[in-house]
Structure formats: structure tokens, C-alpha cells
């Protein structure tokens, strides 16, 4: 059998996201953002987004460009420490914030993408986190009901892809984007660099290509790219 070859260009890829769309985006500060695909996604004008992204990246960086355009009505994240803009979004209620602690933000993706609605974590009881949550007991021990989170549409970036899909990750990439791309409807890949099937090992393979949908090879990498040293 003959495996598809899911390269595409990148303004095709980004028109399947519609108004109103949940978006994954992947990345671990810098590492791992998609860049170019979010600069497709401002182009392409979606509104009224919900992204869910670990962190709202640095202002006039990543997923900023989407706060700055006004495309998202609801962020959910573990922190906007970096970005004062999408703090200021908050603070003036521009753009809905739903906190989450790292770990748990990562279980619920991962929950997602393994078909599972739910895990429990004793995270959170008694903070500003178990806000609006079911709590259950068990064995006398309470716990917070944290809902599996999935999208519509994942953003995330490869170091190496081959026509198929099968994605390596590099350093902290490895956080987030593994999670997300099992963890939507639609997966959008950019890579570094494409190369033929057979080029990457099995054994190196960190998101089997059966999971990615589209994937977009990458040209010369934009200066947003430039703070990760390898």
C-alpha cells in the first residue's frame, strides 16, 4: 500500500480553521511554536478562537500575533507572565483566561487524544483552580474533576517530517506538541525540513504520522525562530 503524501501549502492547510474553532498550538515558550502557521492563521482571519497554548508566548511573538488581532475570545493556559499585552486583554475582559496548572494542562490534552473524558487530580482543592469543577471522593480523599480537552485543529512544529507525517520533535518541543497531535480532529504540522519516507528511523519517530493531517515544510525560519540555539 502506498502512503499518502500530506505536504501542502500553507495558506490551504490554514483555511480549514472556521470562526468559532477550538485551536491546539504547540510549543514550550519558544521551542516548539508554530510561528509561520500562526502568521497564516492571523492572514487567514478565523475569530473568535479558543486556543489552548501553555503559555501566551512574549509580546509581538507566537501566539501573541493572534491576542494583537483580536482573533481570540478564550485562552486556555498555565501562565501569561511573559506577555503583559495578554494580561492587559484579561484584565480589561477582552479575552477569556482559564488558568491550569502545567501538569494538569498536559494530562487533559493528553487525556484528549487517548479517548479518555476525564482524570482526577487532587491539584488545585481549596484554590481559585477548583473554581466551577465537579469534586468527587474517593477512598475519603477528594479530587477535581478535570474535563479531557481536545480541538478542532492542532498548530504544531517539527524539527523533521517525511511526506507521511512522521514528525520528530527537538529538546522542549517534546513537551506539548506530542500531546496535542493526538489530540484534534485536524493535525497542521510545519517542519524544518521534509524528508523522504524511510528517512526517519522508526525508532526516532516521537508523532507517528497517522495522527498528522497536513504537513507544511518550512523555507528559510523567521527571526521569532532565532532564540532557540541548538
Known sequence: MKLPDKRCPLHDAIARIKDGDTVMVGGFGVPGTPMTLIHALVEHGARDLTVIKNDANEPGMGVDHLLQSGQVARLITTHLGLNSHAIALMN????????????ILAERIRAGGAGIGAVLSD???????AHGKQIVEMAGVPYLVEPALRADVSLIHADCADPFGNLVY????????PLMAMASDCVIAEAERVVPLGGIAANDVHSAG???DHVVELGELSEEYSVVQR
Do not use: C, D, Y
Open 92 to 103: 480589561a475582559g477582552r479575552i477569556k483566561v482559564e488558568f491550569n496548572a502545567q501538569g
Open 123 to 129: 491539584i488545585g482543592i481549596g484554590t481559585e483552580l
Open 170 to 177: 527537538v529538546a522542549t518541543a517534546q513537551n506539548f506538541n
Open 210 to 212: 497517522v495522527f498528522v
